[in-house]
């Protein structure tokens, strides 16, 4: 059971996580021991919970961000160009740049501009994240993620941190060929993760996987657009 992973540091957290096969692959654990998620998650922060982080968004639960990444990990190389959609805290944006360093970047995009500013500062807090935004390792941006962000693509790997009303056929279009995007889509009351693969040959193939609960992909609220 997820919640009863817990730790005393970010170090035992992982650890537990990983002991209890939430994650599996060596390459996301040592990245997720890399970023303290103390820097990012208010409250709780060694608890294999989602927590609430202001503007009616939340860090998602460790075993989460676990699940994406080991998701994408294929197309998260070091020197992979990376997009992650709804970076709210920005704690899954630095594990995404640790996981393509050397030579790769991540853009973080979220439309409400308080949020890109704890990003900022989240990421901050580490020496590591602060070498990451100066050298253009990560760089947040505020905009509408439902557009990707055409200046940065093509993406080798594009993260959707919120659910979807809509399969976006934008966020398609900025994969590299191939490529691979992550993105968690409503359907009726359910929201669902898919895996949308888009093909050296350019053919597009779409895997559901399993039942989620994320905030949703929306218009911005009044007075953030
Ligand atoms: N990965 C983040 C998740 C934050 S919650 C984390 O773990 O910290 C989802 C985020 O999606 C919120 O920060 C919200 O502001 C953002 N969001 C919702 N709709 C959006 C849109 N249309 N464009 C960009 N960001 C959006």
Redesign the pocket.
Known sequence: MAWACSGSSNSELINNMAAAGLITSDRVKRAMLEVDRAH?APARAYEDSPQP?G?S????APHM?ASACESLLPFIKPGSRVL?????????TQVLASLVTPGGSVIG????QP?VDMAQSNTAKSDAGRKMLQDGTITYVK????KGWPQGAPYDAIHV??AAAEHHEALVDQLKTPGRLFVPVEEGYVQHIYVVDKKQDGRVERKKLYAVQ???????PSGHS
Do not use: K, M, N
């Open positions: 990012y982080i503007h968004a939340t860090i998602s961000h992650d959609i709804g970076s709210g805290s920005g704690y899954l995009i979220d439309h409400i949020l905009g509408d993620g439902r941190g919120a994320y905030v949703p992909l929306t218009d911005a």
